[in-house]
């Protein structure tokens, strides 16, 4: 089967395409082609005639084959055998057998489709004629600029799509296809979406990627209804997509709205409704849009630019349209108007690039709100398709961003008004579909019967434990009725003896549980103001406070009764207030410290230490109080974790790391600052990097961390963790065995990097031994990484050792740091551990009162103290706990016992 211009083309973007063309299938070509075929016969006609007016000879229309070896310029040169029927638009001759190949494209920019589409063609004709080609040149825009690139630098993709082409054409089966970003341009469109929709095919969801497609095919799902189905609300707490399809395919199953959460769009004065239609390829902007909205008023406006030089005219029109405004947002769809302001602003004067940086400040993206939180049972979140979902219609049925610029170089080519008319029709109808969806977003509330929140969404089990929503009410009165303790509490006390005595000795002995152990008497003993000692007590009240203490080798419960009241003095009849007893605590801090000390030392549950102080000590705690415990704890040692950090910042070395702290509705990240006798947890709702310029403001020593690029714009010294990088070394080898270029690259830093290693092991991190490794490190980027590659691997890993160069061996000029980041990757893990545990919903309070308290363990545990010793004694720092005992043990050489803490 021949090999042509149109199968190779249509080969790259579709393979179902190209099977089509393959079995000469054809249809009506679309609006789009006619365009093209037009403006590239135009741009041709230009580069010919350059060509007359540089005086330099060429012919066209040429038939080639092996006697043709004239030095010049050919177009449309046809190139045609049994196996491939393939025209080029221009050739340049340099030789008898070497020639460079000429693709001429109308438009601005050059894309990778069409480098990659010319170094195709090329390909073939090499493998079917004698001639050799080693680079290829492309001839676009107006001005008929031009750009060379290597055939090399596609040889990967060539070897693989020609292979894949030989067997599509030889195939007798249907190839898989999916909908995908040419079919909007692409004459069989209508015949391929009419297939797809009869498979329900899973490719009409515009936010699944190729890759992800044929990923789910493989679990077995191949339509859209199918992958419904697999949605599981709050599946994995550590997973988050900005998009889940799988939510989308449900919204379409159930032709119903999902809201993951209710957006807050901010109430303004004056709501401006904003739209512009470019040319993406020429980085212009001939058309802006816009409806300005106050609570009485409504207007429309048009900004209209004829030509690229009457862009930035528009723009100041714009500016100078919404300059009086003061209280107002601006609202768009997509990226593309910020972009577009972003632009234009390089070609303004300053005053205006000022009120453009308010503008773009004032602005908000309705698009966001589709992409996080709201899923209509649309297969795209285009505006036009949830316009239309919203029952709004444009007066032109066919409108598209892609029509519009269609009719706009039509417009160019023959200045007919009546297209003008239509693109500013068009445009506005494209800011009143926004004020459509505005208006939807607005009125969204948990009522409506065609919306649902996930949130409302279970995931029904029989083996999980839960309460079961029951559809028919009788079954949720019975259910009701059929749980443990209500029966054993409400029915089984009535019949049995034996629950009988049971619950009635539970209930005699919880009032045996709080034997006072002594009292104290919080009344006045004289008169404040005559000093007079005759009181009369006006009323008493009793507060009984539950506290543990300690003893040498164990606990034990402690109960103190307070009373107190006010007293009116017999003397001056005036009314003595008592100290308040509400603010005394029902627990003391003996065991608000011990509880704390359990979950934090030993991880115990909330619960695991309820149940030991019930059975054990006869001391009943609610869940609740043991978060009030922490609370109160961390708070008392909120300046030994200040001094933790200040310490850190004093110090030579810090080792840095992040993790992701997603726990049930909290969504943040926990940064681990650790050296070798100091750790510290700070917890941050995004990944930015901005805290940490002010927090190692001071810090003059070394950083140790990963590549993540946050850390990049920190001005200290850094050391980058050279095991992170052989992990990615030897995860990409092990993928791509057969990249001779990545392998040379991983054997040879493999090699240096353990010679490093092997003087490490023997003298230690010195430099005076260390040093001399340099010499290696400067051979290893001469002789491998400072060579050419074209592996895209290599290519990746090339520019990785050389942006790092300086912090990927620092330590080899420096003494006792290291080379990885092990000391906060060993940080993180009791965290880890914490975070896979929990299972309540925590509050960001609750997340830092944590941190806190696991800083402060982590750190007695690196400085050989223990951590509730630290707690006893009562002292606030560590330092001065660490000298306490230091002394102690020096003048006593006994162990050193904290002192009982009272009340």
Not at 267 to 295: A, C, H, M, Q
Not at 392 to 406: H, R
Request: contains cysteine; charged residues 30%.
């Amino acid at each position: 089967m021949l090999v042509t211009n149109d199968i190779l083309y249509s080969f790259i973007n579709c393979q179902y395409k190209a099977y089509l063309k393959g079995k000469q299938q054809s249809n009506c070509i679309s609006d789009y082609q006619i365009l093209f075929t037009k403006l590239k016969q135009t741009q041709t006609n230009n580069f010919e005639k350059q060509l007359s007016k540089n005086g330099k000879p060429f012919s066209k229309n040429i038939l080639f084959d092996s006697s043709f070896h004239k030095e010049d310029t050919a177009l449309n040169v046809k190139f045609t055998n049994e196996n491939i029927d393939i025209v080029l638009d221009g050739i340049e001759f340099s030789g008898k057998k070497t020639f460079t190949p000429i693709f001429i494209t109308p438009f601005e920019k050059v894309t990778k489709s069409d480098k990659f589409f010319l170094a195709l063609q090329t390909t073939f004709i090499k493998l079917n004629f004698s001639i050799q080609a080693e680079s290829c040149k492309i001839i676009f825009g107006q001005l008929l600029k031009e750009t060379k690139f290597r055939i090399s630098s596609f040889s990967k993709m060539i070897k693989k799509v020609s292979s894949d082409l030989i067997k599509n054409l030889s195939n007798t089966n249907t190839p898989a296809f999916f909908k995908n970003a040419h079919c909007q341009i692409c004459e069989f469109q209508d015949f391929c979406l009419e297939k797809l929709i009869e498979k329900d095919d899973l490719s009409l969801l515009a936010g699944l990627k190729p890759k992800e497609i044929l990923q789910k095919n493989n679990k077995g799902i191949f339509s859209v209804k199918q992958l419904s189905y697999s949605f599981r609300p709050k599946k994995n707490p550590y997973r988050k997509r900005t998009f889940l399809p799988e939510l989308k395919a449900l919204a379409i199953r159930e032709c119903k709205t999902f809201i993951q959460e209710i957006p807050s769009l901010n109430k303004v004065e004056t709501e401006v409704f904003l739209d512009f239609e470019g040319i993406p390829d020429r980085n212009s902007n001939y058309l802006i849009g816009v409806i300005i909205r106050t609570d009485n008023t409504e207007r429309e406006y048009s900004f209209w630019a004829n030509s690229i030089e009457d862009d930035n005219a528009i723009f100041i029109q714009l500016i100078e349209l919404l300059k009086p405004l003061k209280n107002f947002t601006i609202y768009h769809y997509g990226s593309y108007e910020i972009q577009a302001l972003r632009n234009v602003s390089k070609n303004l004067s300053a005053e205006y690039q000022s009120y453009l940086k308010v503008l773009i400040d004032n602005s908000f993206n309705l698009l966001n709100v589709f992409t996080h939180n709201i899923y209509p049972p649309t297969y795209s979140n285009s505006l036009k398709e949830i316009a239309r979902f919203l029952k709004f219609e444009w007066t032109d049925k066919g409108a598209s961003g892609l029509q519009s610029t269609i009719w706009r170089y039509n417009w160019e080519a023959n200045q007919d008004e009546k297209l003008k008319d239509k693109l500013i029709r068009y445009n506005i109808e494209d800011c009143r579909a926004l004020i459509i969806v505005k208006e939807w977003v607005e009125r969204i509330h948990k009522g409506d019967n065609d919306k649902q929140f996930t949130s409302d969404l279970k995931s029904d089990n029989i083996f999980k434990w839960g309460i079961t929503n029951y559809i028919v009410k009788d079954f949720q009165e019975i259910n009701s009725k059929a749980y443990f303790d209500y029966q054993r509490e409400h029915i089984y006390l009535r019949t049995n003896k034996k629950v009988y005595r049971v619950i009635k000795k539970r209930e005699s002995n919880k009032r045996a549980y709080n034997k006072v152990d002594r009292k104290i008497s919080l009344f006045p003993e004289k008169c404040p103001f005559c000093k007079s000692k005759n009181l009369i007590k006006i009323r008493t009240a009793e507060k009984l406070q539950i506290d543990i203490s300690f003893m040498r080798y164990g606990i034990k419960k402690h109960a103190t009764l307070f009373t107190g009241g006010p007293s009116l003095c017999d003397r001056c009849k005036k009314i003595v207030p008592c100290k308040n007893m509400r603010t005394l605590p029902m627990y003391g801090y003996n065991l608000m410290m011990w509880s704390v000390n359990q979950k934090m030392q030993y991880k115990q549950s909330s619960e695991h230490i309820i149940n030991f102080l019930k059975d054990s000590l006869k001391i009943e705690v609610s869940v609740t109080q043991m978060t009030k415990f922490k609370e109160f704890v961390a708070k008392k040692y909120l300046d030994t974790y200040k001094e933790i950090i200040s310490d850190m910042i004093k110090s030579e070395l810090i080792h840095a790391d992040e993790t992701i702290a997603r726990i049930k509705n909290i969504d943040g990240y926990v940064w681990v600052f650790a050296n070798h006798d100091s750790v510290c947890y700070v917890f941050k709702e995004t990944r930015e990097t901005d805290f940490l310029k002010e927090l190692l403001k001071d810090f003059k020593g070394v950083l140790v961390s990963d590549f993540y690029t946050g850390y990049d714009s920190l001005e200290c010294r850094q050391q980058k963790c050279l095991v992170h990088l052989i992990r990615d070394l030897n995860g990409d080898f092990l993928n791509h065995q057969l990249d001779f270029e990545l392998k040379k690259i991983v054997m040879e830093f493999g090699s240096i990097l353990r010679s490093i290693i092997a003087t490490i092991d023997k003298y230690g991190l010195k430099n005076k031994h260390l040093n001399k490794h340099k010499k290696d490190v400067d051979k290893f980027y001469s002789n491998v990484i400072l060579t050419t590659f074209e592996s895209e691997y290599a290519l990746a890993y090339q520019k990785r050792f050389i942006k790092y160069k300086e912090k990927l061996f620092h330590f080899l000029e420096c003494d006792n740091i290291p080379w990885n980041n092990n000391n906060a990757e060993h940080s993180i893990k009791p965290f880890a551990k914490w975070r896979k545990k929990i299972s309540k919903n925590l509050t960001k309070q609750n997340i830092e009162n944590h941190l806190t308290l696991l800083s402060i363990l982590q750190t007695c545990k690196y400085r050989g103290l223990n951590f509730f010793e630290f707690l006893k004694s009562g002292e606030t720092s560590i330092e001065k706990f660490s000298t306490s005992i230091r002394r102690h043990e020096k003048g006593t050489g006994r162990h050193f016992e904290g002192r009982h803490f009272s009340n």
